[in-house]
């Protein structure tokens, strides 16, 4: 096993984040963000244990992961296309992106005639960004009773992307408060220049990227 600095110190970061909320480390997952990084990048971390990594999309995931796909766990954490859904479920662990109903009722056909279930995040976008994929926050709660009564679904966590030009602080307080609300036991949220105030919120994934492979 090779020794990776950055992975070391992104791992020593979340322990402290979690230590000072009352929590241990092993109560977050690293989710290591590989979308659109070189091997050369991503080896490295691979080979210093990291196991858990996000990808962006499905296409670029298969190509980069197939030969490898009993290493990892795996993420999809960027937008999914409902034609695109067959693969997903096929290929991924977990599903983050959950967002709208026609993707609901697409996922729940493809589960079902594969026998298989990834885990379902439902993102959320409390931001209420134009440009961003999610349930808005006065709607979550009813997708996520569709997802439950309408479509069969398992929905496991919530995921949210606060913006950019906000402090996340209260964007990671309310995806909690929607999650207590309605019995939803897992939290993604938190990237490389908040996962600490994340995990202050409660969260039990942070997606780190930068903080581990370099800009891209």
């Not at 034609?83 to 096929?90: H, S």
């Not at 609901?104 to 885990?119: D, S």
């Not at 439902?122 to 999610?134: I, S």
């Not at 496991?156 to 036991?185: D, Q, S, W, Y």
Request: proline share 5%; charged share 25%; glycine share 8%.
């Amino acid at each position: 096993m090779t020794v990776s600095p950055a992975l070391t110190d992104v791992l020593d970061r979340i322990a402290q984040a979690a230590k000072a909320s009352g929590r241990t480390d092993a109560d977050v997952t690293l989710v290591a963000v590989s979308k659109q990084q070189t091997w050369e990048r991503v080896a490295p971390i691979l080979g210093a244990g990291q196991a858990v990594f996000g990808e962006n999309r499905v296409q670029e995931a298969m190509e980069r992961w197939s030969e490898r796909r009993s290493k990892v766990e795996l993420r999809l954490i960027g937008p999914l296309q409902t034609n695109k859904a067959r693969e997903a479920v096929a290929f991924f662990d977990v599903i983050e992106t959950l967002d709208r109903e026609k993707l609901a009722g697409v996922l729940a056909e493809e589960i079902q005639k594969q026998g298989k279930a990834p885990r379902l995040y439902v993102q959320v976008n409390t931001g209420e960004e134009e440009q961003k994929a999610g349930a808005i926050p006065s709607e979550a709660d009813a997708f996520i009773a569709a997802c439950r009564q309408t479509y069969g679904l398992n929905v496991e966590g919530l995921m949210c992307i606060p913006p950019a030009a906000e402090p996340p602080g209260p964007h990671f307080a309310l995806l909690a408060k929607i999650a207590a609300r309605n019995g939803v036991e897992k939290l993604s949220m938190g990237m490389s220049d908040d996962f600490e105030t994340a995990i202050r919120f409660g969260a039990t994934s942070v997606r780190v990227g930068s903080a581990l492979f370099g800009a891209r």
